[in-house]
């Protein structure tokens, strides 16, 4: 079977930027291993795949709701308690909640008794709605997709330095007032309903009693490009998003009641991480999210361009 060689290319581009580019499609055979079908690895196959659904798209309403469209293409090996998963082709999904068909290119997934990563480029288009009212819910869904999630905080972070700090010439500087703003309901993090709290010095990041309130710190800088930003902090951060509780299947799938408010953690890969003033990031694996953050999975992406709607 022939298949073609996926090509990438990593550009760094503005609002107002245009560029054309050329691709040129190289042809790549697409080795398919042997079968042999039997009743056992049927059942085998459909263990393990019913487990990379899971783990993948989500156990939230929102990755309960998607559909693998050619799950065919999925072949599993499971060895020593680790599972990887490989697609000859990309992934086709259906997200009838958020409304958005997404083609998944899967680079990398592996899954022990610790640990899930994965990793892989996504595209969405919009499906059509078979009415206003479900036009209406799906706008609906994605805010509460969008709110508490990794983004939404970034975003938030980029919108805090903007407010923090302003350009005195060829240089950065605080503003005067904000000490009076920070911590307070003009502070970004306040009103979009985060708390945050960071490691202390020589502490691992395990108990309560490990973390220090945010206080004065800066958590992102600039960076060479004026959309971009530099994450960076010491060891584990704990975010607290109040707006929102935490969903019934996050709750059953911790054997615990659902909390007020949902608890994330973020571990960065290095010391600088960049983002940008929309909240998103590409440097692969270089930002781990545990708790609540970590178990929302593809079931609840949104596409790069999506837009909070106005209010």
């Not at 930027?17 to 190289?26: C, E, G, N």
């Not at 206003?132 to 970034?154: D, P, V």
Request: aromatic share 12%; with cysteine; proline share 3%.
């Amino acid at each position: 079977m022939i298949g073609y060689k996926m090509e990438k290319e990593d550009l760094i581009l503005f609002n107002k930027d245009r560029i054309a580019m050329d691709f040129r499609l190289t042809p790549e055979p697409i080795q398919m291993k042997e079968i042999n079908v039997t009743w056992k690895s049927d059942k085998v196959w459909l263990e393990n795949y019913d487990l990379f659904k899971k783990t993948f798209l989500g156990t939230s309403v929102n990755g309960e709701a998607c559909r693998i469209l050619n799950e065919y293409v999925l072949t599993f090996d499971r060895k020593r308690g680790l599972l990887v998963a490989t697609a000859s082709r990309p992934l086709q999904i259906e997200n009838n909640r958020l409304g958005y068909g997404i083609v998944y290119y899967l680079d990398e997934f592996k899954l022990d008794d610790v640990y899930v990563r994965y990793a892989g480029d996504s595209f969405f288009t919009e499906m059509e709605p078979q009415s206003e009212g479900q036009t209406k819910q799906w706008i609906k869904n994605r805010q509460i997709a969008y709110n508490g999630s990794l983004r939404h905080f970034l975003t938030t972070l980029g919108k805090r330095f903007e407010l923090r700090y302003k350009m005195d010439g060829e240089n950065l500087v605080e503003r005067d007032d904000w000490l009076s703003i920070s911590g307070r309901k003009g502070d970004p993090l306040i009103k979009e309903g985060f708390e945050v709290y960071l490691t202390k010095s020589h502490k691992s990041g395990i108990t309560i009693s490990d973390y220090r309130a945010l206080l004065n710190d800066s958590l992102v800088s600039s960076a060479k490009n004026d959309s971009e930003l530099l994450l960076s902090f010491n060891k584990k951060m704990k975010v607290y998003y109040k707006k929102e509780s935490e969903e019934m299947n996050y709750a059953l799938d911790n054997f615990s009641e659902p909390k007020h408010q949902q608890t994330s953690y973020i571990l960065l890969g290095k010391d600088l991480v960049i983002i940008d003033k929309n909240g998103r990031y590409f440097e692969t694996y270089m930002i781990e999210q545990q708790g609540y953050m970590g178990w929302e999975r593809v079931g609840d992406q949104l596409p790069f361009d999506y837009v909070q709607p106005k209010d």
